[in-house]
Every structure is written in structure tokens, then in C-alpha cells.
DNA sequence: ATTGTGGCCTGCCCGC
DNA sequence: TGCGGGCAGGCCACAA
């Protein structure tokens, strides 16, 4: 599923080959996926004539920017959304997601005066599109992410560890596997109350949100080491404890009861 | 405010 | 071979 890394690879593909193309049509075939009151009459209305002039992101929200004063594009995957331009995948494979070329699934389509478009294809459609998107609504965006902005995320609080970072108004970016990976990393069990870590280990899971985001940016959010043991019967890879599964934060949890603690 | 829960979307996979 | 049920997770509405 899209994370933050899927998300920034949609967003070089984006600002490498859809900046300055006149946008030519704009379709828009499910209503359902355009948020915000949004309809494609006024999406069309709105970028017909302009071109996309940036492309942006925080967390899993992909921003374009439009020229003439026109408005912010805010683009969400969802779970099973891809980025198109041309025909070209950001991502050549997602997990969890079918990866069949499928036009049905095509939800938003932004056709350019040359011929080619910028498509996103959901086939669930948990994703949307929403014109001037409120971007105080996501917290700092997980790259980058320092130490002490870490401890201000964390705070005193006593909700699980894990759904503290997956908590989008407080840090972005962070979904579920990417998460279950990270903590994994870190040694950190993701029932602790966010609130109890000391500041060693605030510093610890710091470096490892880093270092997980710049290892895998280029391999995609699934390619992880605790990833392929996120099964039944599935054993640490690093000590052969069987994992536990849990819910935690609402979603499907996997750790290793001995070294994450 | 904080934390937790349930529902939504629908393709896919497993078991019968 | 077809069918039904469960599952996946990001996000939102809602409750206590």
C-alpha cells in the first residue's frame, strides 16, 4: 500500500514529466472519489488551461500546484491508488493492491494538449482529490523527523506507541507496515504508551524512522526485513521467536516479544 | 482533549 | 468450477 515512500515516488514522477504541460480535459467519472464538496465540473473549470507548476508532498498527500493563481490539487491514494503519467507507474508494484491494467479504476484523469495524462488508479477507492486541501491538518511529515520533534509527537501520551505514529495530525506518512517495520527496527514494542519512552529511546526510534525511510526509499514500503514474517507461523528474523499478532491502533500488529520491548 | 471503535471502499484468496 | 466469507488498511465519523 502506499506510504510515505510510495508517495514521494509519485511525486518525483509527477515533477519530473507532468510540470508545464497545458491541461487540455479533465475527467473525472466517480463523484464518490472527489472530496471537499469537489465535482468534475469545477475541477475541470478550475486546472483547463493551466498547467501544474510544483509538485509536492506531506505524508501520503501528493500536492500540485497550479499556474495563474489557480489551486492547490491535493491528491490521496488510499490504499491501493497509483500514480500514472503517460502510461508510466510511479511504483511498479504495490502490495495489497491488484496490479492489472485496468481502466475502470482509473478515478481521476488529467489529459494534456499533447496527448498524454496524469492518471490515478484506484481500484478501491480509498483515495480522493480536493482542491485547496487543508494543510494544517497533517502533522510534520515523518521524513526528517528530529529527535526532539519526535519527543514533542510522542508527548506524554498513553495511547500505544504505534498508533501515536500512525496518527496523521501528529506525524505523516507512517501507515501500518511501514510502522510494524520501524519499530521492529528500533527494538521498541508497539503496545508501550507512546509517552514512556525515555530519551535514549527517543533518539533511537528517531534514527531508525530515518534510516528505514532512506533504506527502503528506493525498495518500496513492503520490502522490509519483519515484511515477509508478517504471517502466521512467521518467526523473528533476527532471533527465531515466533511474532505475535495483535490489533494495536486498530490495525493488524506483528512483533517479536523478545527483543522489542 | 484524548483515546478507542466501527464502518466504508472492493479485489483477492482460501476453503468448501 | 463457482461461491461465500474473511481480510487488507487509510481515513473518517462518532462515542465515552
Redesign the pocket.
Given at each position: 500500500?502506499?506510504?510515505l515512500i510510495e508517495i514521494e515516488a509519485y511525486r518525483r514522477l509527477a515533477e519530473a514529466k507532468a510540470l508545464g504541460r497545458p491541461i487540455a480535459e479533465v475527467v473525472a467519472p466517480?463523484a464518490?472519489w472527489l472530496?471537499g464538496g469537489l465535482t468534475a465540473g469545477a475541477l475541470s473549470d478550475a486546472l483547463v488551461g493551466r498547467v501544474f507548476t510544483a509538485a509536492r508532498r506531506t505524508?501520503?498527500?501528493l500536492l500540485l500546484e497550479t499556474s495563474g493563481a489557480g489551486p492547490l490539487l491535493g491528491l490521496?491514494?488510499?490504499?491501493?491508488g497509483k500514480l500514472l503519467v503517460d502510461g508510466t507507474a510511479g511504483v511498479d508494484e504495490l502490495?495489497?493492491?491488484?496490479?492489472?491494467d485496468?481502466g475502470?479504476?482509473d478515478r481521476l484523469m488529467v489529459v494534456f494538449d499533447d496527448g498524454g495524462d496524469l492518471r490515478v488508479r484506484d481500484?478501491?477507492?480509498?483515495?480522493?482529490a480536493e482542491l485547496e486541501p487543508d494543510e494544517a491538518?497533517l502533522g510534520p511529515d515523518a521524513a526528517g523527523l528530529t529527535p526532539a520533534v519526535l519527543a514533542r509527537v510522542l508527548?506524554?501520551?498513553?495511547?500505544?506507541l504505534k498508533?501515536?505514529l500512525?496518527?496523521?495530525?501528529r506525524v505523516?506518512g507512517?501507515?501500518?507496515?511501514?510502522?510494524?517495520e520501524i519499530l521492529y527496527r528500533s527494538g521498541l514494542d508497539p503496545a508501550r504508551?507512546?509517552?514512556s519512552l525515555d530519551p535514549a529511546e527517543v533518539r533511537r526510534l528517531a534514527g531508525w524512522i530515518r534510516r528505514t525511510l532512506d533504506r527502503l526509499g528506493d525498495l518500496g514500503?513492503h520490502a522490509g526485513e519483519v515484511g515477509p514474517a508478517?504471517r502466521p507461523g512467521g518467526v523473528c528474523p533476527r532471533d527465531g521467536t515466533p511474532l505475535v499478532?495483535r490489533?494495536?491502533?486498530?490495525?493488524?500488529?506483528w512483533s517479536c516479544p523478545t527483543h522489542q520491548r
Open positions: 500500500m502506499p506510504e466517480d464518490w472530496k505524508g501520503k498527500r490521496r491514494f488510499g490504499m491501493t502490495i495489497y493492491s491488484s496490479n492489472r485496468v475502470a479504476w481500484a478501491r477507492r480509498l483515495g480522493g491538518r508527548g506524554t501520551s498513553r495511547a500505544p498508533a501515536r500512525m496518527d496523521q495530525a505523516s507512517l501507515g501500518n507496515l511501514l510502522v510494524d504508551p507512546a509517552g514500503s508478517r499478532r490489533t494495536i491502533g486498530g490495525r493488524t500488529t
